[in-house]
Protein backbone atom coordinates (compact mmCIF):
# COMPACT_ATOMS: atom_id res chain seq x y z
CA UNK A 1 0.00 0.00 0.00
CA UNK A 2 1.34 3.37 -1.02
CA UNK A 3 2.01 6.20 1.82
CA UNK A 4 2.16 9.53 1.25
CA UNK A 5 5.30 11.76 2.47
CA UNK A 6 3.25 12.88 5.24
CA UNK A 7 2.06 9.77 6.72
CA UNK A 8 5.91 7.59 6.25
CA UNK A 9 7.33 10.84 7.90
CA UNK A 10 4.97 10.31 10.79
CA UNK A 11 5.42 6.84 10.52
CA UNK A 12 9.50 6.72 10.86
CA UNK A 13 10.01 9.55 13.41
CA UNK A 14 7.54 7.36 16.03
CA UNK A 15 10.16 4.82 15.64
CA UNK A 16 10.57 1.54 17.65
CA UNK A 17 10.14 3.32 20.79
CA UNK A 18 6.92 5.20 20.49
CA UNK A 19 6.82 9.28 19.84
CA UNK A 20 9.96 11.49 19.84
CA UNK A 21 10.32 13.82 22.95
CA UNK A 22 11.15 16.75 21.16
CA UNK A 23 11.85 17.20 17.68
CA UNK A 24 13.86 20.53 15.91
CA UNK A 25 12.77 20.80 12.22
CA UNK A 26 15.90 22.01 10.00
CA UNK A 27 15.70 22.84 6.44
CA UNK A 28 18.20 25.13 4.26
CA UNK A 29 15.89 27.75 5.94
CA UNK A 30 18.15 27.51 8.74
CA UNK A 31 21.59 27.60 7.31
CA UNK A 32 22.65 31.25 7.96
CA UNK A 33 23.91 31.71 4.72
CA UNK A 34 21.11 28.86 2.77
CA UNK A 35 18.09 30.49 1.54
CA UNK A 36 14.64 30.41 2.49
CA UNK A 37 12.34 29.75 -0.56
CA UNK A 38 8.65 29.84 -0.41
CA UNK A 39 8.63 25.92 -1.01
CA UNK A 40 11.10 25.66 1.64
CA UNK A 41 8.91 27.78 4.01
CA UNK A 42 5.65 26.21 2.70
CA UNK A 43 7.48 22.49 3.36
CA UNK A 44 8.21 23.46 6.96
CA UNK A 45 4.63 24.69 7.72
CA UNK A 46 3.32 21.42 6.56
CA UNK A 47 5.69 19.57 8.43
CA UNK A 48 5.20 20.95 11.31
CA UNK A 49 1.40 21.21 11.30
CA UNK A 50 1.62 17.21 10.80
CA UNK A 51 3.84 16.99 13.78
CA UNK A 52 1.23 18.87 15.77
CA UNK A 53 -2.09 16.96 15.05
CA UNK A 54 0.06 14.27 16.01
CA UNK A 55 0.36 15.23 18.94
CA UNK A 56 4.63 15.65 18.99
CA UNK A 57 6.52 18.53 20.53
CA UNK A 58 8.89 20.30 18.35
CA UNK A 59 10.52 23.44 17.35
CA UNK A 60 11.85 25.12 14.18
CA UNK A 61 15.55 26.25 13.59
CA UNK A 62 15.51 29.63 11.23
CA UNK A 63 18.16 31.48 9.64
CA UNK A 64 19.22 34.66 11.59
CA UNK A 65 19.45 36.59 8.12
CA UNK A 66 15.35 35.42 7.47
CA UNK A 67 13.98 35.38 11.12
CA UNK A 68 16.00 37.44 13.82
CA UNK A 69 15.37 36.82 17.19
CA UNK A 70 13.57 33.23 16.60
CA UNK A 71 15.72 30.19 17.41
CA UNK A 72 18.17 29.30 15.52
CA UNK A 73 20.85 26.29 14.85
CA UNK A 74 23.74 29.12 16.16
CA UNK A 75 21.47 29.58 19.71
CA UNK A 76 19.58 25.64 19.98
CA UNK A 77 20.90 23.33 22.20
CA UNK A 78 21.49 19.76 20.54
CA UNK A 79 21.04 18.06 24.03
CA UNK A 80 17.24 19.77 24.16
CA UNK A 81 16.58 17.31 21.59
CA UNK A 82 15.83 13.48 20.46
CA UNK A 83 14.93 13.62 16.87
CA UNK A 84 16.47 16.19 14.23
CA UNK A 85 13.77 16.24 11.15
CA UNK A 86 15.24 17.90 7.53
CA UNK A 87 12.67 18.78 5.51
CA UNK A 88 13.03 20.22 2.09
CA UNK A 89 15.93 20.94 -0.46
CA UNK A 90 18.86 18.84 -1.65
CA UNK A 91 20.94 16.62 1.30
CA UNK A 92 23.44 17.16 -0.65
CA UNK A 93 26.79 19.45 0.97
CA UNK A 94 28.62 20.53 3.96
CA UNK A 95 26.08 22.26 5.69
CA UNK A 96 23.59 19.26 5.81
CA UNK A 97 27.08 17.10 6.19
CA UNK A 98 28.00 19.52 9.34
CA UNK A 99 24.24 18.79 10.86
CA UNK A 100 25.01 15.06 11.64
CA UNK A 101 28.10 15.92 13.59
CA UNK A 102 26.60 18.46 15.57
CA UNK A 103 23.40 16.30 16.32
CA UNK A 104 25.42 13.51 16.92
CA UNK A 105 23.32 12.10 19.47
CA UNK A 106 19.61 12.59 18.04
CA UNK A 107 18.28 10.26 15.94
CA UNK A 108 17.81 12.24 11.92
CA UNK A 109 15.28 12.06 9.47
CA UNK A 110 14.85 13.94 6.35
CA UNK A 111 11.91 13.89 4.12
CA UNK A 112 10.80 15.43 1.09
CA UNK A 113 14.14 16.19 0.08
CA UNK A 114 16.24 15.36 -3.14
CA UNK A 115 18.74 13.02 -2.99
CA UNK A 116 21.45 13.83 -5.19
CA UNK A 117 24.37 11.98 -4.68
CA UNK A 118 23.36 8.87 -2.36
CA UNK A 119 27.22 8.99 -1.02
CA UNK A 120 27.14 11.92 -0.46
CA UNK A 121 28.11 12.12 3.55
CA UNK A 122 25.39 14.84 3.85
CA UNK A 123 23.12 11.88 2.57
CA UNK A 124 24.06 8.99 4.56
CA UNK A 125 24.24 10.11 7.84
CA UNK A 126 20.58 10.31 8.13
CA UNK A 127 19.30 7.24 9.33
CA UNK A 128 16.00 7.67 7.23
CA UNK A 129 15.43 9.77 4.09
CA UNK A 130 11.23 9.53 2.86
CA UNK A 131 12.69 11.58 -0.49
CA UNK A 132 11.01 13.08 -3.11
CA UNK A 133 13.52 11.96 -6.08
CA UNK A 134 16.63 10.77 -6.35
CA UNK A 135 16.76 7.20 -5.07
CA UNK A 136 15.06 4.02 -6.42
CA UNK A 137 11.48 4.41 -4.20
CA UNK A 138 8.77 5.94 -6.03
CA UNK A 139 8.51 9.73 -6.39
CA UNK A 140 6.83 11.27 -3.92
CA UNK A 141 4.86 14.77 -3.40
CA UNK A 142 6.52 17.84 -2.24
CA UNK A 143 5.68 19.10 0.78
CA UNK A 144 4.73 22.26 -0.06
CA UNK A 145 2.06 20.79 -2.18
CA UNK A 146 -0.34 20.37 0.45
CA UNK A 147 0.66 23.05 3.11
CA UNK A 148 -1.75 25.22 4.73
CA UNK A 149 -2.03 28.34 2.94
CA UNK A 150 -3.56 31.37 4.13
CA UNK A 151 -5.51 34.34 1.72
CA UNK A 152 -3.91 35.69 -1.17
CA UNK A 153 -2.27 38.88 -0.52
CA UNK A 154 -2.25 41.80 -3.12
CA UNK A 155 0.43 41.81 -5.74
CA UNK A 156 1.82 45.54 -6.24
CA UNK A 157 3.24 46.77 -9.25
CA UNK A 158 6.29 48.75 -8.81
CA UNK A 159 7.36 51.37 -11.30
CA UNK A 160 9.79 53.79 -10.46
CA UNK A 161 12.26 56.06 -12.16
CA UNK A 162 16.03 56.83 -11.03
CA UNK A 163 16.79 59.50 -13.73
CA UNK A 164 15.66 62.52 -14.93
CA UNK A 165 18.38 65.07 -14.33
CA UNK A 166 17.05 67.90 -15.91
CA UNK A 167 14.78 68.40 -12.74
CA UNK A 168 18.34 69.95 -10.85
CA UNK A 169 18.22 70.61 -7.50
CA UNK A 170 14.30 70.00 -7.41
CA UNK A 171 15.28 66.19 -7.38
CA UNK A 172 13.76 64.07 -4.57
CA UNK A 173 14.11 60.68 -6.27
CA UNK A 174 16.48 58.81 -4.15
CA UNK A 175 15.01 59.73 -1.26
CA UNK A 176 11.06 59.07 -2.36
CA UNK A 177 12.32 56.08 -3.92
CA UNK A 178 14.07 54.33 -0.87
CA UNK A 179 11.19 55.85 1.62
CA UNK A 180 9.05 54.19 -0.92
CA UNK A 181 10.79 50.72 -1.18
CA UNK A 182 10.79 50.81 2.60
CA UNK A 183 7.73 51.09 3.04
CA UNK A 184 6.45 48.62 0.32
CA UNK A 185 8.58 46.05 2.50
CA UNK A 186 6.58 45.94 5.33
CA UNK A 187 3.00 45.39 3.47
CA UNK A 188 1.66 42.31 3.09
CA UNK A 189 1.53 42.02 -0.61
CA UNK A 190 3.51 40.44 -3.62
CA UNK A 191 5.53 43.10 -4.64
CA UNK A 192 6.61 43.11 -8.81
CA UNK A 193 9.39 45.88 -10.13
CA UNK A 194 8.39 46.79 -13.34
CA UNK A 195 10.06 48.93 -16.17
CA UNK A 196 8.66 51.34 -18.58
CA UNK A 197 11.40 50.93 -20.91
CA UNK A 198 11.35 48.33 -23.54
CA UNK A 199 14.08 46.07 -25.03
CA UNK A 200 14.30 43.28 -27.67
CA UNK A 201 17.94 42.40 -26.01
CA UNK A 202 17.10 41.76 -22.70
CA UNK A 203 14.81 39.26 -21.44
CA UNK A 204 13.57 40.73 -18.08
CA UNK A 205 12.16 43.94 -20.28
CA UNK A 206 9.16 44.00 -22.30
CA UNK A 207 9.54 44.50 -25.84
CA UNK A 208 6.40 45.82 -27.22
CA UNK A 209 3.87 48.72 -25.09
CA UNK A 210 0.92 46.00 -25.50
CA UNK A 211 3.56 43.86 -23.32
CA UNK A 212 3.98 46.25 -20.68
CA UNK A 213 0.33 47.25 -20.11
CA UNK A 214 0.16 43.14 -20.10
CA UNK A 215 1.64 43.36 -17.20
CA UNK A 216 -0.03 46.24 -15.85
CA UNK A 217 -3.08 44.86 -16.13
CA UNK A 218 -2.70 41.79 -14.16
CA UNK A 219 -1.67 44.17 -10.93
CA UNK A 220 -4.16 44.63 -7.99
CA UNK A 221 -2.32 47.93 -8.06
CA UNK A 222 0.80 50.35 -8.80
CA UNK A 223 3.01 52.35 -6.89
CA UNK A 224 4.82 54.45 -9.02
CA UNK A 225 6.98 57.69 -9.25
CA UNK A 226 6.61 57.85 -13.49
CA UNK A 227 4.17 59.76 -15.23
CA UNK A 228 3.42 56.75 -17.89
CA UNK A 229 3.48 54.33 -14.56
CA UNK A 230 0.28 56.81 -13.87
CA UNK A 231 -1.17 57.13 -17.47
CA UNK A 232 -0.69 53.28 -18.38
CA UNK A 233 -2.19 51.57 -15.49
CA UNK A 234 -5.28 53.61 -15.02
CA UNK A 235 -5.17 52.82 -19.05
CA UNK A 236 -5.87 49.25 -17.97
CA UNK A 237 -8.12 50.13 -15.62
CA UNK A 238 -5.17 49.08 -12.46
CA UNK A 239 -5.60 51.63 -9.04
CA UNK A 240 -2.23 53.57 -9.03
CA UNK A 241 -0.78 55.48 -6.34
CA UNK A 242 1.49 57.85 -7.91
CA UNK A 243 4.27 59.82 -5.88
CA UNK A 244 5.67 62.90 -7.56
CA UNK A 245 9.68 62.85 -6.58
CA UNK A 246 10.16 66.21 -7.88
CA UNK A 247 9.89 69.05 -5.24
CA UNK A 248 6.83 70.98 -5.62
CA UNK A 249 5.24 69.04 -8.47
CA UNK A 250 5.99 68.29 -12.01
CA UNK A 251 4.54 66.01 -14.89
CA UNK A 252 3.00 63.32 -12.35
CA UNK A 253 1.36 66.02 -10.03
CA UNK A 254 -0.14 67.92 -13.82
CA UNK A 255 -1.02 64.09 -14.91
CA UNK A 256 -2.82 63.72 -11.91
CA UNK A 257 -4.67 66.67 -12.28
CA UNK A 258 -5.25 66.62 -15.55
CA UNK A 259 -6.97 63.12 -15.17
CA UNK A 260 -8.73 64.02 -11.81
CA UNK A 261 -6.86 60.99 -10.09
CA UNK A 262 -6.86 61.69 -6.22
CA UNK A 263 -3.97 59.47 -5.37
CA UNK A 264 -1.23 61.30 -5.64
CA UNK A 265 1.46 62.29 -3.17
CA UNK A 266 3.73 65.09 -3.47
CA UNK A 267 7.63 64.67 -2.23
CA UNK A 268 7.68 66.95 0.37
CA UNK A 269 4.20 65.28 2.09
CA UNK A 270 5.21 61.72 1.75
CA UNK A 271 4.42 59.63 4.45
CA UNK A 272 3.61 56.36 5.64
CA UNK A 273 0.49 57.16 6.74
CA UNK A 274 -0.28 58.96 3.59
CA UNK A 275 0.80 56.07 1.10
CA UNK A 276 -1.45 53.77 3.91
CA UNK A 277 -4.52 55.73 3.21
CA UNK A 278 -4.03 55.45 -0.57
CA UNK A 279 -3.28 51.75 -0.18
CA UNK A 280 -6.60 51.40 1.33
CA UNK A 281 -8.15 53.59 -0.97
CA UNK A 282 -6.73 51.67 -4.29
CA UNK A 283 -7.93 48.19 -3.37
CA UNK A 284 -10.92 49.01 -2.11
CA UNK A 285 -14.32 49.32 -4.35
CA UNK A 286 -14.38 53.03 -4.67
CA UNK A 287 -10.82 52.78 -6.18
CA UNK A 288 -11.30 49.95 -7.83
CA UNK A 289 -14.07 51.33 -9.31
CA UNK A 290 -12.55 55.07 -10.17
CA UNK A 291 -9.58 53.09 -12.15
CA UNK A 292 -11.91 51.26 -14.42
CA UNK A 293 -13.88 54.39 -15.26
CA UNK A 294 -10.65 55.54 -16.86
CA UNK A 295 -10.13 52.51 -18.54
CA UNK A 296 -13.06 52.64 -20.72
CA UNK A 297 -12.32 56.04 -21.74
Known amino acids: MYEDTTAVMLRLLRGPDGDP ?4 VTGWFSFQDGEATAGDVLAERHASDALTAAGIRHDTAWSRGFRPGALSLETVRPEAYDTLLFVCGPVHGPQVAALHARFGACRRLAAGVSVVD ?3 PAATGFHEIVARDGTPAP ?5 AATATIGPLPPVAGVVLTHGQGEYGARRRHEEVNTRITAWLAGKDCARVQADT ?24 LVVTTRLHGLVLALRTGTPVIAVDPVAGGAKVSAQARAV ?8 GELSEQLLDRWWRWALSEPGRTAAARHATR
Do not use: I, M, S
Open 260 to 267: HWPALVDA
Open 118 to 120: PAD
Open 197 to 220: RLAVDDWRLCTTAEQFLALLRRFD
Open 21 to 24: ARVL
Open 139 to 143: ARHDL
